[in-house]
């Protein structure tokens, strides 16, 4: 694996959050509860093949940008879903 895919999955999954965290509360506002984390979803993955194309302007670029969305995606999800397991306790 090339190391320069591998920080341009790593640099778009710390942009995505910061940018998903931005607009987060437009997409939520004009959305209703199941359609907006769709959108939000789809919206991480699209800006994070944005950002992968813009390091790399080419498939593998867009590949590590949208790899780097998704695992971004995951990791705010694992994180969430700790914290509200331990409020319930």
């Given at each position: 694996m090339d190391d320069e895919l591998l920080r341009i999955g790593a640099l778009s999954a710390v942009a995505v959050w910061g940018v998903m965290q931005a607009i987060k509360p437009y997409i939520k506002?004009?959305?209703?509860?199941?359609?907006?984390?769709?959108?939000?979803?789809?919206?991480c993955l699209a800006v994070g093949c944005v950002w992968g194309y813009l390091l790399k302007s080419?498939?593998?670029g867009i590949a590590a940008g949208c790899a780097g969305?998704?695992?971004?995606?995951?990791?705010?999800?694992?994180?969430k879903s700790r914290i509200d397991a331990r409020r319930i306790d």
């Open positions: 506002r004009y959305a209703a509860d199941g359609i907006a984390r769709a959108a939000v979803r789809l919206a080419d498939g593998y969305a998704a695992l971004s995606a995951v990791i705010v999800a694992a994180i």
